[in-house]
Nanobody, 121 residues
Framework: QVQLVESGGGLVQPGGSLRLSCAAS????????MNWYRQAPGKQRELVAR???????NYADSVKGRFTISRDDAVNTVYLQMNSLKPEDTAVYYC???????????????WGQGTQVTVSS
């Protein structure tokens, strides 16, 4: 009933920037937290950034000052602006959102399919 589709990943040199987008579609009534996670090869998935329904944000220590999460509920999209990228930022980035459905009025957890970010010279 809901799909999250990420875009914006790719190959970038160290020090460069990328902007990830995650567009949601379906029977969406409202959103709670919207999050970006990442998973590097051989590592566990980790929370990178979170934005609440009221716009409060939290970041992993490793990305503070470099990444910015934002949301535009009017177009059902959450963004991750990534600046000063480092090789250790290389990972598959996943969008995650807590979404209340129009049909059931209940909140469910949804994930996107992931987008690859590679930081390399």
């Amino acid at each position: 009933q809901v799909q999250l589709v990420e875009s914006g990943g790719g190959l970038v040199q160290p020090g460069g920037s990328l902007r990830l987008s995650c567009a949601a579609s379906g029977m969406i009534l409202s959103y709670n937290d919207m999050n970006w996670y990442r998973q590097a090869p051989g590592k566990q998935r980790e929370l990178v950034a979170r934005i609440t329904s009221k716009g409060s944000t939290n970041y992993a220590d490793s990305v503070k000052g470099r990444f910015t999460i934002s949301r535009d509920d009017a177009v059902n999209t959450v963004y991750l602006q990534m600046n000063s990228l480092k090789p250790e930022d290389t990972a598959v980035y996943y969008c995650n959102a807590e979404i209340k459905l129009v049909t059931t009025k209940r909140t469910y957890d949804y994930w996107g399919q992931g987008t690859q970010v590679t930081v390399s010279s």
